[in-house]
Each structure stands twice: as structure tokens, then as C-alpha cells.
T-cell receptor
């Protein structure tokens, strides 16, 4: 399976601190994506990084990708209580023309006021 | 745009009953998929479709059927519900590399 694995499983921080989550995967990918899921809701796409990119920014989000180590990290700067959610990485198989996504188990982030 | 909609939001079934989970999208996306999410697990792909009339199996297809008669709709059918199918089900449509998820259906099979 190419399923990504997030680390840590749970992260608890204070507002204003930075949150870093990591994702490792097993095989070659076309791209890696990060999604957020608020409790009881569907997943929301946050950011996508392609296999030929090393870093990408979107607002307070910074994603890095190291294809040699088959790993990615998501950094949320200046966290807010509203960032409390589960965060999932998803990988798109390089060998698949259909772009199927494989999701990890997620990191539960709690940001305390 | 309503995006991806799913009905019902909650459902309780008895073992052996059948039902259909509805999914619709108004973004004219060709690619749609169904996932299930279990506690402590990521999402697992059940079935997907790359366009009207074309469907294929994902990682965990057993016990589920799908059809795709229109671009908008992608229903998921449980033929004979089992307790192992208790889960939260998400439908998604895709544009390029980004997937758009519905709000989910929480299904309990007793």
C-alpha cells in the first residue's frame, strides 16, 4: 500500500505557536496533498505539492516535500483555536493515470486558547 | 454552487437491510468516488467513477455497488447491510488533482 502515515497522531499546542505535522509514504508519487477535517465534517483541501516541488506556501501554511526520503511536512504558523481539526496527507500514485488518492490516518491537532 | 451533497446525514439499519446513499455534485466533475472512514483510520476508497457509465472498484468494494447514469449523481448501494459496514461514508468529486468532499453520511448497522 502507498498509504501515507502522519506523525504525530495527536498534537496539542497553545494559540500563537507553530504546529508541524509529518507524512511519510512508500512509493513514487505525482503529488502529495494535505486536507483538513473538522469534527463531524467532510475533508477540505488545503494545499497540493507536486513531486518536482520542494516547498510551497499558502497563507499560514507551509508544505515541504522530500522525495528522496519519501516524506512531507505541513507547518501551520501562528496557530489559532479555529485550526483545531484532523489533518490528513494524501498521495497520488505516479503509476496511476486515474489519480487515485491514498489517505493516511491523520494527525489530530488541538489548539488551546 | 452547492458543491457535493449527500443524503441522508444519519441512518440506522438492521443487519440484512439494503439502502442507497445518495451523492450529487453540481460542478460538472467527471471523477467521483466513495470513501469510508472508520475511527483512527484514514479514508479508504470503496468505488470510483471516471465518467457517466464508467465505474471501478477501490480498496474495499465488497458489499457495495455503484452506478453512474449521469455526471451529477453517484449513488452507493448496500445490498445486505452488515455490522462491519458501520462507518462514516464520504462522497467526493475531483477537478484536476483536488478532491471536493461532501459532508458525509453516518451509518450504523445493528
Amino acid at each position: 500500500s502507498q498509504q501515507g502515515e502522519e506523525d504525530p497522531q495527536a498534537l496539542s499546542i497553545q494559540e500563537g505557536e507553530n504546529a508541524t505535522m509529518n507524512c511519510s509514504y512508500k512509493t513514487s508519487i505525482n503529488n502529495l496533498q494535505w486536507y483538513r477535517q473538522n469534527s463531524g465534517r467532510g475533508l477540505v483541501h488545503l494545499i497540493l505539492i507536486r513531486s518536482n516541488e520542494r516547498e510551497k506556501h499558502s497563507g499560514r501554511l507551509r508544505v515541504t516535500l522530500d522525495t528522496s526520503k519519501k516524506s512531507s511536512s505541513l507547518l501551520i504558523t501562528a496557530s489559532r483555536a479555529a485550526d483545531t481539526a484532523s489533518y490528513f496527507c494524501a498521495t497520488a500514485d505516479r503509476g496511476s493515470t486515474l489519480g487515485r488518492l491514498y489517505f493516511g490516518r491523520g494527525t489530530q491537532l488541538t489548539v488551546w486558547p | 454552487n452547492a458543491g457535493v451533497t449527500q443524503t441522508p446525514k444519519f441512518q440506522v439499519l438492521k443487519t440484512g437491510q439494503s439502502m442507497t446513499l445518495q451523492c450529487a455534485q453540481d460542478m460538472n466533475h467527471e471523477y467521483m468516488s466513495w470513501y469510508r472512514q472508520d475511527p483512527g483510520m484514514g479514508l479508504r476508497l470503496i468505488h470510483y467513477s471516471v465518467g457517466a457509465g464508467i465505474t471501478d472498484q477501490g480498496e474495499v468494494p465488497n458489499g457495495y455497488n455503484v452506478s453512474r447514469s449521469t455526471t451529477e449523481d453517484f449513488p452507493l448501494r448496500l445490498l445486505s447491510a452488515a455490522p462491519s459496514q458501520t462507518s462514516v461514508y464520504f462522497c467526493a468529486s475531483r477537478e484536476r488533482d483536488t478532491q471536493y468532499f461532501g459532508p458525509g453520511t453516518r451509518l450504523t448497522v445493528l
